[in-house]
């Protein structure tokens, strides 16, 4: 039994352009680190936070990470505490789940340093509480894919059923994000409540595909299915020349793009590395053209989740 | 070269709870049948209809079958007509595509008569006119399952994209006809156009599982998906006792239960045989209580679609 252990978990893509609030997965790049380390001291010590810019707090509780170690820690009850350092490796309020990767690797770290560890199924109701406190409700579609790793769908939230999907190999995901900020809670409010029945039919419709499309290893399907008429045209708003951005992965050989979560960033799935590199370089033009400034991500869809780095 | 040829093509389940205008599937009994010849004589000839209790026209732009036929005969301009014969072995305003399997089994037929043979992508438009005709759109959740067989997804009608979904085996449907009326275009007209974004995304959310549980062959997965908050409550108004019945379903072991279509038929999923059986006769017991007479249809999924029965 090691006292320490350092953990990596992966960002991820919520909704998956027509799964909102039910499909995400995982990419390999960028994901955020916690060095974990068991602590005679009882309950949750943050003692360093590098790469949040001093925007985060050290009090365990006003934090996602710390918040989902003192959930753990208040259920098991252990004779133990927790000593932490968590390294922000993306950007916040990006919408590649940054919250949501930092609890994971939180808990996936401390599920290793327990007496008897806890799976990936029980560890999961920890991250749920750490998204409702920072988002406002228990949302899985981005802890549920950084925990699991892949695509998952997350059929029910409560109670918790979260469903693994195959999906076709090799699959790239290109990300950038522009460096411009918006809140989740800002990108769920400007949503309208009410959507039309024939509407909502061809989201499910395209959820189905989706899904269908993933488990067939039907790349063409997947891209098909990846319409969204609810919520891409207003979220679409708040993110200048998303339009230009989007068309400029396409036509760069992307099987589908859209907005990763509640945005800014975009994202968009391809077959090869050298698309996933061209389609990264044409998003980026285009948000040059809009004098905004952005960051690639390349990378692999993660199988695997949070990993162990030391 | 045959001059006639007898087709049998089945009901179907359409929407299958969750996937409203999204998802159907094939049971292999019952069906209707089609009698087809070819006729020196241009143009769409009914020489008899039975088992439609009067009510279809002999006239073949009134009819589904005949309305197909008439549409496949313009767009190819044949040197010969058809003659047919229609057998309805289903009740009609039942929900399990009646006029669907008639069209289907028409087409189909004349595949067979002509002298370059369509494939059933080729087919389904014909179908797809038809259902326009008789409902007012162009559905295919009922036509598409018919004509392919087993389940299938509609991702999108215009462009028609059918998605045939594998399924586990054995998989048998019971069907319940109670001896009550409602016709497809009531059962529209009573659905709210707006319906909550939250409870669109509970639904597309069971859509997926219900694509996931299919095609990773989970019955569990299928019935925890088998879930409709939107269309259900309203339609299920019209079928006096609906929630006993399900429920009995369900209490006999069923894997999930529903309307088919815009019913009044209920149909449940079951593993077995002896299940499906029990099923049939828990359900009827109860419409029984509620004065009403019905009818129990029992078969396995149907994986074909259309046969040729002579």
């Known amino acids: 039994m090691t006292d320490s252990i350092k953990v990596f978990a992966p960002a991820t893509v919520a909704n998956v352009v027509c799964g909102f609030d039910t499909l995400g997965f995982a990419v390999s790049q960028p994901g955020d680190e916690v060095i974990l380390r068991r602590s005679s001291k009882p309950g949750v010590t943050i003692n360093k936070i590098t790469g949040d810019q001093g925007k985060l707090s050290k009090d365990p509780i006003k934090n996602t990470a710390g918040y989902a170690l003192h959930q753990l820690l ?3 009850n252990p004779r133990f505490g927790f000593e932490m350092e968590l390294h922000k490796k993306m950007p916040f309020g990006s919408g590649l789940g940054s919250s949501a990767a930092s609890a994971v690797a939180a808990v996936y770290a401390a599920s ?3 007496d008897h560890p806890l799976d990936k199924e029980e560890l999961l ?3 749920l509480l750490s998204e409702e406190m920072a988002s406002g409700s228990p949302h899985a579609d981005n802890v549920a894919p950084s925990l699991y790793g892949g695509f998952v769908l997350i059929r029910s939230c409560d109670p918790v059923d979260v469903i693994q999907l195959s999906y076709p190999s090799p699959l790239f995901c290109t990300i950038v994000h522009p460096q ?4 989740t809670r800002n990108a769920r409010e400007i949503l309208r409540n009410q959507v039309e029945l024939k509407e909502a039919a061809v989201q499910w419709a395209n959820v189905g595909g989706l899904v269908a499309g993933l ?3 039907d790349y063409d399907l997947i891209g098909r299915s990846m319409v969204d008429n609810i919520i891409e045209p207003v979220r679409s708003l708040l ?5 230009e951005v989007k068309k400029s992965a396409l036509d760069n050989g992307a099987i589908g793009a859209g907005i990763s979560g509640s945005g800014p960033s975009i994202f968009a799935l391809s077959k090869d590395d050298s698309s996933a590199n061209k389609i990264g370089k044409a998003m980026l033009d285009e948000f040059t053209k809009q004098d905004i400034m952005g960051t690639i991500f390349v990378s692999q869809i993660n199988p695997d989740g949070p990993i162990v780095l030391d």
Chains 1, 2 share one sequence.
């Open 180 to 183: 411009i900020e918006i809140s």
């Open 125 to 127: 109701p920890f991250t």
């Open 112 to 114: 290793k340093l327990l």
């Open 215 to 217: 488990l067939q290893k």
């Open 239 to 243: 993110i200048p020349g998303f339009d």
């Open 74 to 76: 208040s259920k098991l």
